[in-house]
């Protein structure tokens, strides 16, 4: 398998867009009404709201390639950027995301490496990220790779009030 990562930049928003919707959608549409799904994607991945996010110098996109194709991307953050704690220690992994077609083949652990790799370079003392209390095959995948729950926050999905669970890796 040929991997490849390439930094998102303004002139991928709308590819940016696109798998952006395609994914939640994906992973969380047989959770939550098509109206509460319809009004996040567009607020959340709209052009408008992800070339402000892909302009903010202390976020990162990348895509992943496998063999050619997109197979899924990374957001994470650091400093200010961060949805919580604003920690220089601490980088967030705010999306980690994979095509359903490419799910199963050990991707998602190459794409939690690459932010690994990422806070390890920029010298953070650990990583965190946010997991909707119900998605426990992600859950079970962050416990598996070292990830603890610390704690938990509101998550707003259109106007309905969902639970995320904080969860946080100690970086050696």
């Given amino acids: 398998m040929d991997l490849d990562f390439n930094t998102c930049t303004l002139s991928d928003i709308e590819l940016l867009s696109e798998v952006a919707k395609e994914t939640f959608h ?17 607020s959340a991945f709209n052009k408008e709201q992800l070339k402000k996010e892909i302009s903010n110098p202390n976020s990162l996109f990348l895509f992943l390639y496998s063999n050619g194709e997109l197979a899924g991307y990374l957001k994470v953050n650091e400093n200010e950027a961060q949805t919580e704690f604003q920690d220089k220690d601490g980088l967030e992994i705010e999306r980690i995301y994979l095509r359903k077609e490419f799910q199963g083949q050990g991707l998602g652990s190459t ?6 790799s990422i806070a390890n370079n ?27 729950t610390i704690g938990s926050h509101s998550f707003l999905m259109g106007e309905e009030q969902q639970k995320d669970y904080i969860m946080r890796k100690e970086l050696s």
């Fill in 26 to 42: 994906e992973t969380f549409a047989d959770m939550n009404s098509s109206e509460t799904m319809a009004a996040y994607l567009e």
């Fill in 111 to 116: 794409l939690l490496e690459k932010a690994i």
């Fill in 122 to 148: 920029r010298n953070k003392r650990y990583i965190w990220l946010g997991v909707w209390e119900h998605n426990e095959q992600a859950i079970s995948f962050y416990e598996h790779k070292g990830f603890i």
